[in-house]
């Protein structure tokens, strides 16, 4: 059974910094794409930063490009989010996902097969 479980999710000021970690059982982060994705209010889940297990290519989305990186611990089966400079417009829900179909890079939702629960990042003074 696969489980991605996240933490991190917090109230932070504008121009803040916030890591997110998701914890994976049962398939291997190292085999298959991961990703970040958010969803916002009203509007639809989006990838923010995704990572190849083929080659190690990344996809960010032009708004976090310069703010938010992704990273991933193979030997600890885990992966990050590292966000910082923070704005009003990065609050969303932020889930970790990952699939057992694909090596290389993609954002495309629908083409991830298991997610995380979701943690909330609101950015707000």
């Known amino acids: 059974q696969v489980q991605l479980v996240e933490s991190g999710g917090a109230l932070v000021q504008p121009g803040g910094s916030l890591r997110l970690s998701c914890a994976a059982s049962g398939i291997s982060l190292d085999e298959y794409a991961i990703g970040w994705f958010r969803q916002a209010p009203g509007k639809e889940r989006e990838g923010v930063l995704c990572?190849?297990?083929?080659?190690?290519?990344?996809y960010a989305t032009d708004s976090v490009k310069g703010r938010f990186t992704i990273s991933k611990n193979n030997a600890m089966n885990t992966m990050s989010l590292h966000m910082t400079g923070l704005k009003s417009e990065d609050t969303a829900i932020y889930y970790c996902?990952?699939?057992?179909?694909?090596?290389?890079?993609?954002?495309?939702?629908?083409?991830?097969?298991?997610w995380g629960q979701g943690t909330q990042v609101t950015v707000s003074s």
């Open positions: 996902a990952t699939t057992r179909t694909w090596t290389g890079l993609t954002s495309d939702p629908n083409e991830y097969d298991y």
């Open positions: 990572m190849s297990a083929s080659d190690g290519g990344i």
